[in-house]
């Protein structure tokens, strides 16, 4: 009767959420009058976001439409992980934005390390790009759960196939 339950806990991100917030950032762009004659193109490939507009100023104002977009589509702003700003032809700059998707090795024992510190009864094992916590109590899986949503963690995190 004393069955166990459990949980992943992913870093993971809706593409078509993603896509429709590019798509709405797109077309802010070509609306508003000091962004339409920039000739602004954001490229989303299998894990960036490329961006090349005309100078840094428009690029931070790009940004900011990004995220308020991204924002309202309730995806974190986590997932983007910002790199250098470029030099492109024409006196343009360009920008990759690089996806956080998964949780690295040492994100993944920080997590393990603060369910076997906090939480006696339940164990933590790392899977992959993933966090399985499995436990007998339902109660102490929720109570991790909102331990782990106090932690700022570099990246974004989900619970999923709670059972």
Known sequence: MASNSSFDI????????????????????????????????????????????????????IHTILQTKAAKRNLSLKIFDYGKIEAASGNRVRQEIKLRKGIDKEIAKQITKIIKDDFKKLQASIQGDAVRVTGKSKDELQEVMQRLKQEDFPVALQFDNYR
Not at 23 to 44: A, F, P, V
């Open 10 to 61: 992913v870093s993971d991100f809706d593409r078509q959420e993603l896509v429709n917030a590019l798509d709405q950032t797109q077309r802010e762009i070509i609306t508003r009058y000091d962004l339409k004659d920039t000739n602004t193109t954001l490229d989303l490939g299998e894990g960036t976001i490329t961006i090349n507009t005309a100078s840094e100023f428009v690029l931070d104002a």
